[in-house]
Structures are given as structure tokens and as C-alpha cells.
């Protein structure tokens, strides 16, 4: 199995800044995504993050506005820039096992909630 | 290409059994299903990939069919714990072994004592 921690877990923001969300995995993983949830809403993804290569960006979702780091196979960042109220939402990071008895299952942060005034 | 999940809601009692279905107009490679409790990350169930067998998780149990490209997840004398809202996600079959997941809208599932 995997454990993820994320930071923030939730944040106020002021429209027009910037935030910066971490996410540490406690084992090597390849292959990590972030995921985008309204509350109450179905999860889309926003991109793929694996190590040694640039991200994907799904289709509505583009690099100046969430740029993000992978430097390692445990960690990394997604920022959203220039913050408006419709970036309220909450982020997840998402892992996925690639091998073993938990092969395909992806594993969930617990969410940071971002709330732009 | 976002998978259609129905119903939308459903509320059980204890003991009772329920069906959800998930169905893509594209051809896909698999089937995730997870569930999330209000507030929390969601959680993996199973995986129904192509080709595959019926998969359980306890009393859930869930199949694939290939022809139809729909999914269904049978929840069998349900359990206070089951409550929450459960999500399918589909892996397209041209995407195969990406694990880039689409998710349903979901269901969410009340289970009353």
C-alpha cells in the first residue's frame, strides 16, 4: 500500500496569488497524478506526474496555471496560479502501484482544500 | 467521455442489496471502482479489467461486460459502513496501463439502520 500526506489540508486564498501544494508519498511510486474535486462533484484529473518526465495536462487544464515539480519518486507540487474564486475546490494527489499484490489500485491524499476570495 | 453512472442515489436498509451501473460509449481497458465517506480520500474497491473475472471486496462484488462496456457493482446485505458515495473510473482500452482514470459523477449510497 502507499500513504500519502498532503499540505495544506485547506487554505484561504486572495484572488490573484498563488499557492503551492505538497504531496509526500511514504514509498517510491513512478507514476503520480493530481486530481481536481468540487465538493460534492466526481474527480477530474488535471495531470500525470511521473518521475523523469515532463507532466501531461489533461484537455482544460494547462502548465502556466498549474505547473508542476516531480524532483524525486516520493514527492511533489502542484501550484495554482493567479488564483480566482472558480479554483475553489479541492486538490488531490494520487498514486497508483504498479507492481504486487496491489497492482492498479491508486492510493488518495487526504485533499487540500482550497477556498479563493 | 466521462462514464454515466446510475442512480444517482439510493437509500437502503441495513440488509438489503443494491446494483450500480456504469456504462462509457468507449471502448475501455478497465474498471476501477472506489468509494468515498464525506470528507474523506476515496477508497479502492476493485478493478474489473478487460477480459478479466467478476471481482469481491467482502460482500461487493462487481463485473465487466465487454460487449456492452458497462460495469455493475452488487452491494449484497448491506452495511451502515457502505454509506458514502462510490465512483466508477474507466481506462480507455487505447490507454491501456496508464491509469489515467475518468470518473463517474457517482452514487451516493445512504445505508439506514
Known amino acids: 500500500s502507499a500513504v500519502i500526506s498532503q499540505k495544506p489540508s485547506r487554505d484561504i486564498c486572495q484572488r490573484g496569488t498563488s499557492l503551492t501544494i505538497q504531496c509526500q508519498v511514504d514509498s517510491q511510486v513512478t507514476m503520480m497524478f493530481w486530481y481536481r474535486q468540487q465538493p460534492g462533484q466526481s474527480l477530474t484529473l488535471i495531470a500525470t506526474?511521473?518521475?523523469?518526465?515532463?507532466?501531461?495536462?489533461e484537455s482544460g487544464f494547462v502548465i502556466d496555471k498549474f505547473p508542476i515539480s516531480r524532483p524525486n519518486l516520493t514527492f511533489s507540487t502542484l501550484t495554482v496560479s493567479n488564483m480566482s474564486p472558480e479554483d475553489s475546490s479541492i486538490y488531490l494527489c494520487?498514486?497508483?502501484?504498479?507492481?504486487?499484490?496491489?497492482?492498479?489500485?491508486?492510493?488518495f491524499g487526504e485533499g487540500s482544500r482550497l477556498t479563493v476570495l | 467521455q466521462q462514464p454515466v453512472q446510475s442512480p444517482q442515489a439510493v437509500i437502503l436498509r441495513e440488509g438489503e442489496d443494491a446494483v450500480i451501473n456504469c456504462s462509457s460509449s468507449k471502448a475501455l481497458y478497465s474498471v476501477h471502482w472506489y468509494r468515498q465517506k464525506h470528507g474523506e480520500a476515496p477508497v479502492f474497491l476493485m478493478i474489473?479489467?478487460?477480459?478479466?473475472e467478476q471481482m469481491r471486496h467482502e460482500k461487493i462484488s462487481a463485473s465487466f461486460n465487454e460487449k456492452k462496456q458497462q460495469s455493475s457493482l452488487y452491494l449484497t446485505a448491506s452495511q451502515l459502513s457502505y454509506s458514502g458515495t462510490y465512483f466508477c473510473g474507466t481506462e480507455l482500452g487505447l490507454g491501456a496501463g496508464s491509469y489515467q482514470l475518468t470518473f463517474g459523477k457517482g452514487t451516493k449510497l445512504s445505508v439506514i439502520p
Open positions: 506526474a511521473n518521475q523523469g518526465s515532463e507532466a501531461t495536462y
Open positions: 474489473l479489467l478487460k477480459g478479466g
Open positions: 494520487s498514486v497508483v502501484l504498479t507492481s504486487g499484490a496491489n497492482t492498479g489500485e491508486l492510493f
